[in-house]
């Protein structure tokens, strides 16, 4: 039985200003690929008060000056918040949102990303199980410095990047991370721009699967099926569509 949920709104396919992760069509594909095997479920955009929970009111009135960006940058938060909300009920859920939100800190942000998704959702979870603690997973070609830092000192909050390097190096590294991990949800942000033809020139369609695998494998046995994920990077559209449904089915395998 296929439980995996798809957060995502017609929205996140209209470009939005002039960066890689807003281009348009980029999204296309995936949308057409991942609606052919799973459920959507529309989101709304967040409010003020999620963002600050991760972000500062100066961080927050700069986006929102920016009125190109800020209604999709708040619709792509709303969806990840979405996304986590499924997770807790123990479905696993992705968000087809952007943009991406893993460079964004708590005053400032760069490479196309504005909120940190991730990081907001995570936080708003925290916000109702204190006492739970969150691995957060960031695959994406680029460091997710954003997160890290939004999560610096926190013991709620472990933040692990995929080492660099080719697949079977790589995955059986996170392989051997989780084994040692002891959480109750896992968060993940869901690059796929290390793709063999994306920028990064590292990672197979199939590697994807596997990443997603070990992920939701974990998940089921450990955390009552609560992972969730965000898309990030990823810009080649073809391969960008075949990861995510890769990735995806690797969770629902996972559990199994
Ligand atoms: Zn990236």
Redesign the pocket.
């Known amino acids: 039985m296929v439980v995996m949920k798809v957060i995502f709104h017609e929205q996140f396919l209209q470009s939005y200003t002039h960066d890689p992760a807003a281009s348009p069509g980029r999204l296309d594909q995936s949308y057409r690929e991942v609606g052919g095997k799973y459920a959507f479920l529309e989101p709304s955009p967040c409010e003020e008060e999620d963002v600050l929970l991760a972000h500062t009111n100066e961080h927050y009135n700069r986006v929102k000056g920016d009125e190109s960006v800020f209604a999709s940058a708040k619709l792509a938060v709303g969806a990840t918040i979405d996304a986590a909300l499924c997770a807790a009920k123990g479905e696993p859920s992705f968000a087809l949102c952007r943009p991406p939100g893993h460079h964004a800190s708590p005053d400032h942000s760069w ?1 196309f990303c504005y909120f940190n998704n991730i990081a907001i959702a995570v936080k708003k979870y925290l916000l109702n199980y204190p006492e739970k603690k969150i691995l957060v997973v960031d695959f ?3 460091y997710g410095d954003g997160t890290a830092n939004i999560f610096q000192g926190n013991p709620a909050v472990i933040f692990y990047e995929l080492p660099s390097g080719k697949g079977y190096k790589a995955i059986s590294e996170l392989k051997k991370f989780l084994e040692g991990q002891k959480v109750d949800m896992i968060a993940c942000s869901a ?1 796929f ?1 290390r793709h063999v033809n994306d920028w990064g020139g590292m990672l197979t369609t199939s590697d994807y699967g596997d990443i997603g695998n070990y992920l939701g494998e974990y998940a089921h046995k450990y955390c009552e099926n609560k992972i969730f994920a965000a898309l ?2 990823g810009y080649n559209s073809r391969a960008l569509a075949e990861s995510i449904v890769a990735f995806l089915d690797g969770i629902e395998a996972g559990r199994y």
């Open positions: 490479g994406d070609l680029h690059g721009d990030e990077g």
